[in-house]
């Protein structure tokens, strides 16, 4: 099993503010997925990326395959960016291995 | 579109009773599977499906039964309810790699089962 870890665990950030997630995996693999957990526990996905960098937006993901890692960075951050992000890496069949999630608070 | 749409959105069960999540989804997706969030952990594999008449188990399959009669309906069944079950389910659908349309997964609203 891929094993996917997420760093912090928590955030708290002021408004207007920078932010980044990690996410490392251990095994290769063939797609990662950045998903959004808003407080109401809804789930939605905002990035699949099996190389490079993709932007939506003042979210941007990157992932470098050599170092098993990907970041999801969030550019001037407001309140309702507040949720969890979760990282799940698949490899070459179908299941998704997810991480645990980073809490994020953005505060006024 | 609707989307995803699980039903119930909660359900209190007691140990020993039985009862099916229902799912569907209305975007024509091949792919759909069923996944349990709890506490500290992050979202785990029940069961998933890749077409009318394919399951699978995925990587907590024990005390849950699937079946997929049509491309829309994806249903979750507990045989007897245990305290372990409690938890948050959620479906998602997604079409296949090969078809074009990506890989993007589309989530149910999640129900919220306790198990007394």
């Known amino acids: 099993k891929n094993e996917v870890e997420q760093s912090p665990q928590n955030l708290t950030a002021q408004e207007g503010e920078f932010i980044t997630i990690n996410c490392s995996y251990s095994?290769?693999?063939?797609?990662l997925h950045w998903l959004q957990q808003h407080p109401g526990g809804g789930i939605v996905s905002l990035f699949m990326?099996?190389?490079g960098k993709k932007k939506h937006g003042r979210l941007i993901a990157t992932i470098n395959i050599q170092e098993k890692h990907s970041s999801l960075h969030i550019t001037a951050s407001h309140p309702r960016d507040s949720a969890v992000y979760i990282c799940?890496?698949?490899?070459?069949?179908?299941?998704?291995?997810f991480g645990k999630g980073t809490s994020l608070l953005v505060t006024p | 579109n609707a989307g995803v749409t699980q039903t119930p959105k909660f359900q209190v069960l007691k140990t020993g009773q039985s009862m099916t999540l229902q799912c569907a989804q209305d975007?024509?997706?091949?792919?759909m599977s069923w996944y349990r969030q709890d506490p500290g952990m992050g979202l785990r594999l029940i069961h998933y499906?890749?077409?009318?008449?394919?399951?699978d188990q995925g990587e907590v399959p024990n005390g849950y039964n699937v079946s997929r009669s049509t491309t829309e309906d994806f249903p979750l069944r507990l045989l007897s309810a245990a305290p372990s079950q409690t938890s948050v389910y959620f479906c998602?659908?997604?079409?296949?790699?090969?078809?074009?349309?990506?890989?993007?997964?589309?989530f149910g609203p999640g129900t919220r089962l306790l198990v007394l």
């Open positions: 998602a659908s997604r079409p296949p790699r090969t078809s074009g349309r990506g890989e993007t997964q589309y």
């Open positions: 095994v290769g693999i063939s797609a």
């Open positions: 990326l099996s190389s």
């Open positions: 799940a890496v698949r490899n070459s069949g179908y299941a998704l291995n």
């Open positions: 975007m024509n997706h091949e792919y």
């Open positions: 499906s890749v077409g009318a008449g394919i399951t």
